[in-house]
C-alpha cells in the first residue's frame, strides 16, 4: 500500500509518497518541500491569505516531483493522506481540498491526518525508529505538550503550555532582538556566540509540581532586559552591540531549554518509562538536543529525534502518519470526498 501525503497546515507545502510493507515501520519513498519564509519574510511573520494561495501554486508541481522521483505514477497512490488540522483554515482547505479531488479522480481513498501526530510520529521516518511506549515532547511553533504515548492513536496529554509555545517564545524574543523571522533558527545561531548564563532570566513554572509549561512571561523578561541595556548605551534594542544581543539570545535560549529539559525528564519519572522522543520545529535546537542528551545518558534514557530536515513541517510526516495509522487499524480511509479542516483539534481527543 502507498500512501501519499499532503501537508498545508502553515508556511511549508510538503508531499511525500509512503509505502507499507507488511507489519514493518513505513518506508519513505520520496518527499518534496517548498518553504514560503522568504515569502512571508517582507511581513515579519506568516500571513494567512498569501499562504493559502501559494500551498495552491506548489502542491501539484511537488506532488509530480515526488511521483517523478519515486519512479512512481498517480496510479500507483492507494491512499490521499492531507493534514486535516490543527493549522490556518485556509491553508488547509487547499491541502484537503487537493487530497480529496484527487482520491475521487483517481477512485481512491482519503484520510485526514492530525499534523500533531504527524510530528509526534516524525522519528520512524529516521533509521534507528523508537518502539512503544515513550514519552513525547513536542515542540512546536504553535504547542508545547508532553505525552505519553502507548502506540498509534494511544495518547495521553501529560503537560502543556498554559500560554504561548516554546517556538512562540523563540519567535517572540528574536523578532524584539530584531532578529526577523522565522525567530528559532536565528535566534539559536547567534545564542551560539553568547554566554547562557550573561543574565538570569525567570524559569517559567520550572517548580510548579505538574508538567505544564509557560512561556508568555519570558519574553516580557526578555524584553525588560534588552531595555535596560539599551538605555544604559543609549541606543535602541536592535543596536545594541552583537556580543550584548548574543548574550541575550544565548540567555533566552538557556531559560527554555532548561525548563523543556526539566520537565521532560520528570514526565519521564511520572510515566516510569526510559525512552523520550522530540518532535516539532524546536526539536531541531542544538542546545536543546544537547543538554537532553547528557541528561538522558545519565539516566538510561534512550532519546529519539526525527531527521534534521524533518523536524519542521513537512509531507513525510503526514503520509507516515496516515501509514501507521492504516497499518495499525486504528482507522480505515474513506471514499467521502466531503472534507472538513480542523484549524483547532487537540490531539488526545484523535
Ligand atoms: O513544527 P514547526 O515547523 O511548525 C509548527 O507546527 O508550528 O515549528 C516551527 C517552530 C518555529 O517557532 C521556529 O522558530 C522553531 O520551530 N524552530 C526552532 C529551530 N528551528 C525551528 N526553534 C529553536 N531552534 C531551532 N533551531
Ligand atoms: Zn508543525
Known sequence: MRVLGIESSCDETGVALVEVQGAGVPVLLAEALYSQIEMHQA????????ASRDHIRRVLPLTEQVLASSGRALADVDVVAFTRGPGLAGALLVGAGVA????????????GVHHLEGHLLSPF????????????????????QLMRVDGVGRYTLLGETIDDAAGEAF?????????????????????????????KL???????????FSFAGLKTAVMVQ??????????????????????????TQAAIVEVLVKKSLAALNQAGLKRLVVAGGVGANRRLREQLNSECARRQVRVHYPELHLCTDNGAMIAM???????????????????????RWPLDSL
Open 226 to 251: 534588552a531595555k535596560k541595556l539599551a538605555l544604559a548605551q543609549d541606543c535602541a534594542v536592535t543596536d545594541l552591540p552583537a556580543n550584548v544581543l548574543a548574550d541575550v539570545a544565548a540567555s
Open 202 to 212: 525567570p524559569r517559567p513554572l520550572l517548580h510548579s509540581g505538574n508538567l505544564d
Open 100 to 111: 480529496c479531488a484527487l482520491g475521487a479522480a483517481l477512485g481512491k481513498p482519503v484520510l
Open 125 to 144: 521516518l529516521s533509521a534507528d525508529p523508537p518502539e512503544f511506549p515513550f514519552v513525547a515532547l513536542l515542540v512546536s511553533g504553535g504547542h508545547t
Open 43 to 50: 511581513y515579519g511573520g506568516v500571513v494567512p491569505e498569501l
Open 321 to 343: 502518519a496516515a501509514a501507521m495509522r492504516l497499518q495499525s487499524g486504528q482507522q480505515t480511509a474513506s471514499e467521502v470526498y466531503a472534507f472538513d479542516v480542523k484549524p
Open 171 to 199: 519567535d517572540k524574543s528574536a523578532k524584539l532582538l530584531g532578529l526577523g523571522y522565522p525567530g528559532g533558527p536565528a535566534l539559536s545561531r547567534l545564542a551560539e556566540r553568547g554566554d547562557p548564563a550573561a543574565f
